[in-house]
């Protein structure tokens, strides 16, 4: 798939007991293999390592889906989603068939009829047919950008590899950034605009995502904040 001149392609998968990751070094080298073959080139085909997110799949998954079978449409690659060449998009509507993509989970969310579940996923596609790509789909969580859901689903999961849970609390976090820039809690939980308060909100927002200390509807309750406003906040302030 073209986007912005460089190829990729979008999978929507459910892990079972083979890791993803041997799933797609075999897709990958498989892959490679059969244009190497066929271009006579050698050496690596893919620039960067595959990028993956764990989605929620009851807040994200026909949206994700949707998004996917758009992007050969918003491309420029074809009109119509169902004349794409490489997309699932046609087994779905049931024009194409294909023995490896399972369409029941996703089609038995619109209807148990098949023929009826066909025609309202169809028109939920077309709905967004001319809409501009969810960007939502690149960021991931504020906390945790391999995971593609909210806060609720977050703290579901087990720990990622790699991440330690914090050893200091929210309130210790803000009491130091409080102390460091010389404003009080009171102050920040109020309705001021102030750039020092705004600095000391978007630096606990941040550091408190970063060490794991709470996540963003805590930090929101917290300062007294809109979550959408601590995300920003604390994307500002990242790495301070």
Same mark, same amino acid.
């Given at each position: %798939?073209?986007? #912005?001149?460089?190829?990729?392609?979008?999978?929507?998968?459910?892990? @079972?007991?083979?890791?993803?990751?041997?799933?797609?070094?075999?897709?990958?080298?498989?892959?490679?293999?059969?244009?190497?073959?066929? %271009?006579? +080139?050698?050496?690596?085909?893919?620039?960067?390592?595959?990028? @993956?997110?764990?989605?929620?799949?009851?807040?994200?998954?026909?949206?994700?889906?949707?998004?996917?079978?758009?992007?050969?449409?918003?491309?420029?690659?074809?009109?119509?989603?169902? +004349?794409?060449?490489?997309?699932?998009?046609?087994?779905?509507?049931?024009?194409?068939?294909?023995?490896?993509?399972?369409?029941?989970?996703?089609?038995?969310?619109?209807?148990?009829?098949?023929?009826?579940?066909?025609?309202?996923?169809?028109?939920?596609?077309? #709905?967004?047919?001319?809409?501009?790509?969810?960007?939502?789909?690149?960021?991931?969580?504020?906390?945790?950008?391999?995971?593609?859901?909210?806060?609720?689903?977050?703290? +579901? =999961?087990?720990?990622?590899?790699? =991440?330690?849970?914090?050893? &200091?609390? =929210?309130?210790?976090?803000?009491?130091?950034?409080?102390?460091? =820039?010389?404003?009080?809690?009171?102050?920040?939980?109020?309705?001021?605009?102030?750039?020092?308060?705004?600095?000391?909100?978007?630096?606990?927002?941040?550091?408190?995502?970063?060490?794991?200390?709470?996540?963003?509807? #805590?930090?929101?309750?917290?300062?007294?904040?809109?979550?959408?406003? &601590? &995300?920003?906040?604390?994307?500002?302030?990242?790495?301070?």
């Amino acid at each position: %798939m073209a986007d #912005d001149d460089a190829y990729h392609y979008h999978l929507l998968i459910q892990v @079972a007991d083979t890791p993803l990751g041997v799933f797609m070094q075999r897709v990958g080298s498989r892959y490679a293999r059969a244009v190497q073959k066929r %271009m006579a +080139t050698t050496g690596h085909l893919f620039e960067n390592r595959y990028h @993956a997110l764990l989605v929620d799949v009851d807040t994200y998954f026909l949206e994700l889906l949707r998004y996917i079978h758009l992007n050969p449409v918003r491309a420029g690659l074809v009109a119509l989603p169902e +004349t794409y060449r490489w997309s699932s998009h046609g087994a779905y509507l049931g024009i194409r068939s294909s023995g490896w993509v399972h369409c029941d989970f996703a089609l038995l969310m619109f209807h148990a009829d098949p023929l009826s579940a066909r025609v309202h996923y169809r028109q939920f596609v077309e #709905d967004r047919i001319d809409a501009p790509r969810n960007q939502t789909f690149y960021a991931g969580h504020p906390a945790e950008p391999r995971v593609l859901g909210d806060d609720r689903f977050l703290a +579901t =999961l087990p720990m990622p590899p790699g =991440l330690r849970c914090s050893t &200091v609390t =929210l309130p210790e976090i803000a009491l130091a950034i409080c102390t460091e =820039l010389a404003v009080s809690l009171e102050e920040l939980r109020s309705v001021r605009q102030h750039r020092q308060l705004s600095r000391a909100r978007g630096l606990i927002a941040a550091r408190a995502l970063s060490s794991r200390a709470a996540t963003v509807s #805590d930090i929101a309750r917290f300062l007294n904040r809109e979550r959408s406003t &601590v &995300v920003r906040a604390a994307q500002r302030y990242a790495g301070g």
